[in-house]
T-cell receptor
Framework: AQSVTQLDSQVPVFEEAPVELRCNYS??????LFWYVQYPNQGLQLLLK????STLVKGINGFEAEFNKSQTSFHLRKPSVHISDTAEYFC????????????WGAGTKLIIKP | DAGVTQSPTHLIKTRGQHVTLRCSPI?????VSWYQQVLGQGPQFIFQ???????GRGNFPDRFSARQFPNYSSELNVNALLLGDSALYLC????????????FGPGTRLTVT
């Protein structure tokens, strides 16, 4: 069965510094990969997705992620974070077969230090 | 356009009771998925409905059921509530069956006492 691991439960980073949030998934023939953000007391919002093609995916709010098939990873990056990026970030995977359900990681809280 | 709406926002129930949660998808979206998010964890898939038929079911007991109406809105029902059912229940809508771009509602916070 597909599984998703977000290696860090919390990531503290200073404002304007770069950040990387890590995500690894169990191997599958083909996968669709997603990053969602959840701001405090709000629903989930899609940041970016990888379906096929270029392995470097750009999303909203200056975030990007790189699909690495050999390492089964899909790490999220931003070159310079702002206080408004404080939120919880979730990585999710769909195996792309007839079962379209998303399998989610446990989330990473991004804490921006002033 | 209105986003995904869910009702109620918050709900407090007693063990053994039954609860119905409601979701209205974005206009034109034909798929609705339900997720349970326990505090401190990622969402867990419960059901997907597409064109009013169940297209996917997660690892949840039969106490959980759902349906989708002709207008594509959906209800999630949970019978014989347990303390462990306390969670944020999220509804997501998408145009088609594949989860390429799901839009989430704000969720219903269920507390079971």
């Amino acid at each position: 069965a597909q599984s998703v691991t977000q290696l860090d439960s919390q990531v503290p980073v200073f404002e304007e510094a770069p950040v990387e949030l890590r995500c690894n998934y169990s191997s599958s023939v083909s996968v669709y990969l997603f990053w969602y953000v959840q701001y405090p007391n709000q629903g989930l919002q899609l940041l970016l997705k990888y379906l096929s093609g270029s392995t470097l995916v750009k999303g909203i709010n200056g975030f990007e992620a790189e699909f690495n098939k050999s390492q089964t990873s899909f790490h999220l990056r931003k070159p310079s974070v702002h206080i408004s990026d404080t939120a919880e970030y979730f990585c999710a995977v769909s195996s792309g077969d007839s079962n379209y359900q998303l399998i989610w990681g446990a989330g990473t809280k991004l804490i921006i230090k002033p | 356009d209105a986003g995904v709406t869910q009702s109620p926002t918050h709900l407090i129930k007693t063990r053994g009771q039954h609860v119905t949660l409601r979701c209205s998808p974005i206009s034109g979206h034909k798929s609705v998925s339900w997720y349970q998010q326990v505090l401190g964890q990622g969402p867990q898939f419960i059901f997907q409905y597409y064109e009013k038929e169940e297209r996917g079911r997660g690892n949840f007991p039969d106490r959980f059921s759902a349906r989708q109406f002709p207008n594509y809105s959906s209800e999630l029902n949970v019978n014989a509530l347990l303390l462990g059912d306390s969670a944020l229940y999220l509804c997501a809508s998408s145009l088609g069956q594949a989860p390429y771009e799901q839009y989430f509602g704000p969720g219903t916070r269920l507390t079971v006492t």
